[in-house]
């Protein structure tokens, strides 16, 4: 079974504080792994997609990283609009079912 | 490029009675996947169709079925309602073959059980 878990569930930063938001994942034949971020009462917003090891992908002040046991999301110098909840997901390959697994999320607060 | 459309966007019912929700997908996407959302479990995937089949299905009891139009508009139905279905139900349209490489999330339907 697919397992995500998601740390820290909550994260308070000073704006422009650098930190990073771990995603670990346990998946049988990784196909994808996601990051979302969730305002309140909206749906998730897709920020990346990574599939393999050692792949990068940047976004403004984000940074999605991939290893084989984990994914890391860098937010450097973060203002308040980062202010969100931040999903990962993996999609795995496993009898040919690709179910999405996501994790619980972390709340991110930047204040300013 | 329209995003996705989901209707209703509040809705309050009773246990024992039956709910329909909807979506619209962005133009040209042909599959739809829906979820769960609660504080308790956080995003559960229920299902997806694809060109009018549901190609995968979650862990969720027959209670809660769907099913795809031919302009890929889904439906969602939660027959004999539980309080333990109030949740935000998510719709997204897929893009990008079988792995549903990316997902476009709509705003969501509120779906509160008294």
């Known amino acids: 079974e697919d397992q995500v878990t998601q740390s820290p569930e909550a994260l308070r930063l000073q704006e422009g504080e650098s930190s990073s938001l771990n995603c670990s994942y346990t998946?049988?034949?990784?196909?994808?792994l996601f990051w979302y971020r969730q305002d309140p009462g909206k749906g998730p917003e897709f920020l990346f997609t990574l599939y393999s090891a050692g792949e990068e992908k940047e976004k403004e002040r984000l940074k999605a990283t991939l290893t084989k046991k984990e994914s890391f999301l860098h937010i450097t110098a973060p203002k308040p609009e980062d202010s969100a909840t931040y999903l990962c997901?993996?999609?795995?390959?496993?009898?040919?079912?690709?179910?999405?697994?996501f994790g619980r999320g972390t709340s991110l607060i930047v204040h300013p | 490029k329209a995003g996705v459309t989901q209707t209703p966007r509040y809705l309050i019912k009773t246990r024992g009675q039956q709910v329909t929700l909807s979506c619209s997908p962005i133009s040209g996407h042909r599959s739809v996947s829906w979820y769960q959302q609660t504080p308790g479990q956080g995003l559960q995937f229920l299902f997806e169709?694809?060109?009018?089949?549901?190609?995968n299905k979650g862990n969720f009891p027959g209670r809660f079925s769907g099913r795809q139009f031919s302009n890929s508009r889904s439906e969602m139905n939660v027959s004999t309602l539980e309080l333990g279905d109030s949740a935000l139900y998510l719709c997204a349209s897929n893009f990008g073959g079988a792995a549903q490489e990316t997902q476009y999330f709509g705003p969501g339907t509120r779906l509160l059980v008294l």
């Open positions: 169709y694809f060109s009018e089949t549901q190609r």
């Open positions: 997901a993996v999609q795995g390959s496993s009898g040919g079912s690709y179910i999405p697994t």
């Open positions: 998946v049988s034949g990784l196909r994808g």
